[in-house]
């Protein structure tokens, strides 16, 4: 069983989403575990199947429904699907147990500023003060103060952001920010990256 996760975790690593889930699923039949059931919802979220990633979880936390670890993963699955009213109720609840979960903060962070809460800010804020390294956590809160009007200093922390991490996310929100300063070739520059990124 031990040698099933660390096939799944080693063909997730490798990009093949198909055999990380098989080997995942060896793994839960044979010893079910935590560890099994999120690395199985990953191998799924890496394989485009959110839906099955969430009912995966789902039925995981209705036999160890005080499974924080299964009941953070389906937080984040929810997200990425945009079901923000599935998602948003989890991610309160992680919040009140554990306040200052970086992480949680900036998945709550995006929730927000994806509902137009103004709680966005402060709890982004937040993660940024707990985690400054977090590549995340810095876009997070610069991608909030572009839309929010200030994309001067969005900018200044969505550099900072893409020198951790340079995802096509983040140089998609950080072309916005160029775009709203009026610096249209770097923001051409960056969405050509984007797009060589096939995302």
């Known amino acids: 069983t031990r040698a099933d ?3 799944g975790e080693l063909e997730l690593a490798r990009g093949d989403a198909a055999a990380a889930t ?3 699923e060896r793994a839960q039949q044979r010893l ?5 059931v999120v690395g199985l919802a990953d191998a799924l979220v890496a394989a485009h199947e959110l839906a099955r990633a969430s009912e995966t979880l789902e039925a995981w936390l209705t036999e160890h429904p005080d499974d924080l670890t299964a009941r953070e993963t389906l937080a984040q699955v929810y997200l990425k699907a945009n079901r923000l009213e599935r ?9 009140a ?5 970086p992480v949680v903060l900036t998945s709550l962070a995006r929730l927000y500023q994806l509902s137009g809460d103004p709680r966005a800010r402060p709890l982004a804020e937040r993660a940024v003060e707990l985690t400054p390294d977090s590549a995340l956590a810095l876009d997070t809160l610069g991608w909030i103060r572009v839309t929010a009007g200030d994309a001067a200093g969005g900018l200044e922390l969505l550099r900072n952001a893409i020198s951790r991490q ?5 140089r998609y929100h950080l072309a916005q920010a160029l775009t709203e300063l009026g610096r249209l070739d770097e923001a051409r520059a960056e969405l050509r990256k984007v797009l060589r990124a096939g995302q």
């Not at 998602?87 to 919040?95: D, I, T």
């Open 5 to 7: 996760l660390l096939a």
């Open 22 to 24: 098989a080997a995942y």
């Open 32 to 36: 079910p575990s935590t560890e099994g």
């Open 87 to 95: 998602a948003r109720p989890l991610f309160e609840a992680l919040r």
């Open 97 to 101: 147990e554990a306040p200052d979960d």
């Open 166 to 170: 340079a995802s096509p996310l983040v």
